[in-house]
């Protein structure tokens, strides 16, 4: 999954944020259930992964340990962006039923399991949020159609480089997150910076199952995950006065 650790967003994020601070959208909680090593093992063929007792593991982190380091992390937030306007972003479902990624062996009841932990882990994020009186943000209505091996991925299935495998690429930022995270964080439509969409000179495969020989896919900059910071400020668009 995409997003970083409650001890990362601490370590390195938390600096940044001041009563000046106007918005704050923050993803964190997937790396915490250790999501990425429970998509590591199940993509493994079944004789070889123990998938159903990494996902076990998983959701009882995700029960058990997770709602106490979000209150603490949020608490820390509010501490230090006293007047910020916060959304707490979920997590969409990672499959669509079909693992047509070559290296990967997903059967359809572990996909089925996946998705329902990131609808748990969603849950968890939203009870937080909402204790700390902050905005949840949740992207599985907007990405359905979109997930790995849909004919118009907003999610990347295995690739290389492979920390790009699972995690939303740009169009996901683009068409999926920044329409559904900024409105709630500002009240009006936002743009990503060219910065933030700049294409990046290296290419991205993704290897992809065929009715031939295997041969990988390269994509270019619209695999990239480009990830939008933890912790970021989201300005409104600015319109031109006359009528709306």
Same mark, same amino acid.
């Given at each position: 999954?995409?997003?970083?650790?409650?001890?990362?967003?601490?370590?390195?994020?938390?600096?940044?944020?001041?009563?000046?601070?106007? *918005?704050?959208?923050?993803?964190?909680?997937?790396?915490?259930?250790?999501?990425?090593?429970?998509? /590591? =093992?199940?993509?493994?063929?079944?004789?070889?992964?123990?998938?159903?007792?990494?996902?076990?593991?998983?959701?009882?982190?995700?029960?058990?340990?997770?709602?106490?380091?979000?209150? !603490?992390? *949020?608490?820390?937030?509010?501490?230090?962006?006293?007047?910020?306007?916060?959304?707490?972003?979920? *997590?969409?479902?990672?499959?669509?039923?079909?693992?047509?990624?070559?290296?990967?062996?997903?059967?359809?009841? =572990?996909?089925?399991?996946?998705?329902?932990?990131?609808?748990?882990?969603?849950?968890?994020?939203?009870?937080?949020? @909402?204790?700390?009186?902050? /905005?949840?943000?949740?992207?599985?209505?907007?990405?359905?159609? $979109?997930?790995?091996?849909?004919?118009? =991925?907003?999610?990347?299935?295995?690739?290389?480089?492979?920390? =790009?495998?699972? $995690?939303?690429?740009?169009?996901? $930022?683009?068409?999926?997150?920044?329409?559904?995270?900024?409105?709630?964080?500002?009240?009006?439509?936002?743009?990503?910076?060219?910065?933030?969409?700049?294409?990046?000179?290296?290419?991205?495969?993704?290897?992809?199952?065929?009715?031939?020989?295997?041969?990988?896919? /390269?994509?270019?900059?619209?695999? !990239? @995950? @480009?990830?939008?910071?933890?912790?970021?400020?989201?300005?409104?668009?600015?319109?031109?006065?006359?009528?709306?």
């Amino acid at each position: 999954m995409f997003g970083s650790d409650d001890d990362n967003v601490a370590q390195l994020q938390l600096d940044a944020l001041n009563a000046g601070t106007a *918005y704050v959208s923050i993803s964190a909680g997937g790396n915490d259930a250790g999501f990425s090593s429970v998509l /590591t =093992e199940c993509s493994k063929p079944a004789w070889l992964s123990n998938c159903n007792g990494a996902i076990d593991q998983a959701q009882g982190v995700i029960n058990n340990t997770l709602p106490a380091r979000l209150t !603490s992390l *949020y608490s820390s937030i509010r501490a230090r962006a006293t007047q910020a306007k916060v959304v707490a972003v979920g *997590y969409p479902r990672l499959f669509n039923g079909t693992d047509c990624n070559a290296g990967t062996w997903f059967s359809a009841t =572990e996909m089925s399991r996946l998705n329902a932990t990131a609808d748990l882990l969603n849950t968890k994020i939203s009870t937080a949020a @909402s204790s700390a009186g902050f /905005t949840f943000s949740n992207p599985t209505a907007a990405f359905v159609g $979109h997930a790995i091996c849909a004919s118009t =991925e907003w999610i990347n299935g295995l690739s290389y480089p492979i920390s =790009e495998s699972y $995690h939303p690429n740009r169009l996901g $930022h683009s068409a999926g997150y920044t329409p559904l995270v900024g409105p709630q964080l500002t009240g009006s439509q936002v743009t990503l910076s060219p910065m933030t969409l700049q294409r990046r000179s290296r290419r991205r495969t993704n290897w992809r199952r065929s009715s031939g020989p295997t041969a990988p896919v /390269t994509a270019g900059s619209d695999r !990239s @995950s @480009s990830s939008l910071p933890i912790c970021t400020a989201l300005r409104p668009v600015r319109r031109p006065p006359g009528p709306a």
